[in-house]
């Protein structure tokens, strides 16, 4: 079942969350489709991403009743590294992961409906990746939405800076690729360049860092090489790898 759409225009990649009887929640699988999302902007020949939600919501966060075991597979960047910026597109909650999901893009806009909270600490839940938010918004905005889990308003979302633009309900995608628009028009190294080094000043949660270096030992336990290579080592013969 998909539970994204992948759109590709005038070298803009349009990624959409379709899952909007479930306001989006994070299930395995959504998240699963959405790193595959990443994967196929990254390796082609747009120059920069939407990311969008179909529905009255963005994201509700993680499905409790069918909670992602890898989460962080969803967030942009985290999940699989992008050269590319990508900007987010949101309307009514963005909770939990959700947060995690927009901090990591480059650009934001927003209805004027959006709303951001966190609760996870109220429920329960916490996948590690959500203290990167203090370095994208004033620690004390940012220990508030963190320890607090009360709602944070578009309006001060924006006064923070941590939304680049607040537009009616129904225009955040139109102006999410008016500025898409501008980066694809633009010299590819140079945007691809600015990205890098401005990335490079940002401080990252630990989680940030972690995460991806240990998909990667996940990726090495779990390949046929490694099961070529013990049973190699078994049967004393020369093993045959593929790198997969």
Known sequence: MSLV?????????????????KRNALS??????LYEAYRGFEAGSDQVA????DGP??????????PPSAM????PHVSHALSKPVIAATQGWVIGGAIC?????DLMVSADTTRFMYPEAKVGVFGGLMPGIVSRMPHKVAMELLLLGEEISVKRAYDVGFVNKV??????????????????????????TLRDFANQTLPRGPAEIFVPERFKLEQIANSDDRKEGAAAFREKRTAKFKGR
């Open 5 to 21: 759409k992948v759109e590709s225009a005038e070298g803009i990649t349009t990624i959409t969350m379709t899952r909007a009887d």
């Open 28 to 33: 395995q699988a959504l998240c699963d489709q």
């Open 50 to 53: 939407i990311l969008q939600a």
């Open 57 to 66: 919501a963005f994201c509700v966060g993680a499905d409790l009743k069918e």
């Open 72 to 75: 962080w597979k969803a967030v």
């Open 101 to 105: 999901m927009v901090m990591t893009c």
């Open 167 to 192: 537009v009616p309900l129904g225009e955040e995608r139109a102006e999410a690729r008016r500025m898409a628009a501008i980066i694809a028009g633009s010299a590819p190294l140079v945007i691809r």
